[in-house]
């Protein structure tokens, strides 16, 4: 039965915009049928009102289908559904007094109509697209994702969850997981909505960032029914999934600060983005142009691999390569990318030991503009394969074996942003001599120093010995 009521709720959006239409419609013609020289058009009224009764009946009874799935804020559910009764009650009003003389009562009816359309349909609107939804084009503060980000002025002393997690989760996610909508029971406004999971069971498993559904759908291919957010709803950005991995795998919880996290290398960068007056999410640029469309079987092949490949945009066939999923990256699967080395423009390919060959095909990728080869072997031999990506705006290279001899080989690199030497061969006193050879960079050393306080020690004493 509940797959038969399933069935006639998905009628509602299709029936739902009928009689706002045809009950305008009635209204318009029946306020200029007040005029003489528009008499004439009287009889359209009554059909138009008609039309309006009868589409409004059925988007009422679709709309009350529909809402058996318990997807939306029962308050403003409630709301809508008796604006929406409303309605139909008055166009049927409308309809029986549509062959009557003009009254007061008809007029008092018409905009009574008018204003209950107006509000069940703003009604509507909350509930599939969330609060604020018809208003937000006038609120400077909702025009992007910073909306619903706080300020971090010093990131160690930010809350995990409340700070960082919290708001990824209400931007990407609120649309169709929030107090105002639970598409499949699930909301993630919250500890203990997003602890008690949904009608599929639990979608956070602390420890497990691939058995938490709530980070394992949005590493599934963007064509793919589950993938998370949906196909033409703002995806999330490489450096949110780093965070939501780190948040889930580290154990951090929900209310531990950022220092009380162990934080690897690679999850630095993210979280020093994170760490500003004004906080925002710099999205790295893709080269002009369009580029042909990469092979399918060679997607196929990484995709097999377990690589992480999706388009950087819808109808993009610029391409994103991740081999986080991958415990051991063997130079056989790096080689696979050499059909498909022209559409990348994003890789992460962190923690792999590459032969000569593979270093040579990354070098070869040159449309790439961000580029993260964290805790390789990479030497200033090997390096020298990377000089000729001329369109790199991020290289990320802490923990490799890197020295200033090797960086300097990067000089032609005239685009790059950002360079991450933490934890390499180059030393303290050389960071003011790169910073001379590549001043338009920001480098980044990766010596983070914190501030002791007393709550990060304990003062032991020996145990006193009783005689």
Request: hydrophobic share 40%.
């Amino acid at each position: 039965m509940s797959n038969v009521f399933a069935l006639i709720g998905n009628f509602h959006p299709v029936l739902v915009h009928l009689p706002i239409g045809f009950l305008f419609l009635a209204l318009l013609f029946h306020w200029m049928s007040g005029k003489e020289k528009y008499a004439g058009i009287l009889p359209a009224v009554r059909i138009a009102f008609l039309l309006g009764m009868i589409s409004a009946v059925l988007s009422c009874v679709t709309g009350w289908s529909l809402s058996t799935g318990g997807e939306y804020d029962e308050d403003t559910l409630d709301y809508h559904k008796w604006m929406g009764i409303s309605v139909s009650v008055f166009s049927l009003i409308g309809y029986q007094l549509s062959n009557k003389p003009n009254t007061g009562l008809k007029k008092v009816i018409s905009v009574l109509t008018f204003l209950l359309i107006i509000i069940t349909g703003h009604l509507g609107g909350t509930l599939t697209h969330g609060e604020g939804f018809l208003t937000k084009a006038f609120n400077s503060k909702s025009d992007s994702s910073r909306s619903a980000r706080k300020n971090i002025i010093n990131v160690q002393e930010a809350q995990v969850f409340n700070d960082i997690i919290q708001p990824i989760l209400q931007d990407k996610c609120g649309g169709c997981h929030s107090a105002t909508k639970q598409k499949g029971g699930l909301r993630l406004d919250g500890k203990d909505w997003i602890l008690k999971g949904g009608k599929d069971g639990k979608v956070f498993e602390s420890g497990n960032p691939l058995g938490s559904e709530i980070y394992k759908r949005s590493t599934l291919d963007p064509l793919e029914e589950k993938h998370m957010p949906p196909k033409g709803k703002p995806q999330l950005t490489e450096q949110e999934m780093t965070l939501i991995n780190w948040w889930i795998s580290s154990n951090a919880g929900f209310v531990k600060k950022v220092k009380e996290v162990v934080q690897e290398p690679k999850v630095m960068p993210a979280l020093l983005a994170m760490q500003s007056a004004v906080v925002s999410v710099k999205k790295p640029a893709i080269p002009e142009g369009n580029i042909a469309k990469a092979p399918e079987a060679a997607l196929d092949s990484l995709r097999k691999a377990g690589v992480i490949v999706l388009p950087v945009a819808a109808n993009s066939n610029w391409l994103n390569v991740n081999f986080v999923s991958i415990p051991k990256i063997s130079d056989k699967v790096v080689a696979l990318l050499a059909p498909i080395s022209k559409q990348i423009v994003w890789l992460k390919l962190g923690y792999a030991d590459l032969s000569k060959d593979s270093w040579k095909l990354i070098g070869q990728c040159n449309n790439l503009t961000r580029l993260s080869i964290e805790h390789t072997n990479l030497t200033d031999e090997s390096i020298a394969n990377l000089s000729g990506l001329n369109n790199l705006l991020y290289l990320n290279l802490v923990g490799t074996r890197i020295s200033v001899k090797g960086i300097a080989l990067l000089k032609p690199l005239s685009k790059l942003d950002e360079l991450y030497l933490g934890q390499t061969m180059v030393k303290t006193n050389d960071f003011t001599t790169l910073q001379k050879q590549f001043p338009k960079t920001v480098i980044d050393s990766g010596n983070y120093h914190l501030e002791n306080i007393p709550a990060d020690t304990q003062l032991l004493k020996a145990p006193v010995i009783k005689k």
